[in-house]
Nanobody, 115 residues
């Protein structure tokens, strides 16, 4: 199983970024995919999760109305569109999948929101 995130970077408050997570090594369309983030000195928190067909989605309270998760099953990729970014969104963002009770993480991509 391999999860490779991309799309992070430095953005000003109010700006947008789109993260991607390319998955391989498992049957992508059979598993829930999620994004987590970890800010300095804090634990990992759920950002968003999407069901296998993309029809059921959950968001963390702090990102509701600003972030959108989606997936492209033929491309084995899950996305996180982040709008109206705030300094408190600064964190390393991770892609995650749980397969047969084992959780896999990507290497993470840094998002920094600062003027």
């Amino acid at each position: 199983v391999q999860l490779v995130e991309s799309g992070g970077g430095l953005v000003q408050p109010g700006g947008s970024l789109r993260l991607s997570c390319a998955a391989s090594g498992f049957t992508f369309n059979q598993y829930i995919m999620s994004w987590y983030r970890q800010a300095p000195g804090k634990g990992r928190e759920l950002v968003a999760a999407v069901s296998t067909a993309g029809t059921s989605i959950n968001y963390g309270d702090s990102v509701k109305g600003r972030f959108t998760i989606s997936r492209d099953n033929p491309k084995n990729t899950v996305y996180l569109q982040m709008n109206s970014l705030k300094p408190e969104d600064t964190a390393v963002y991770y892609c995650r999948v749980t397969i047969r009770s084992f959780t896999y993480w990507g290497q993470g991509t840094q998002v920094t929101v600062s003027s």
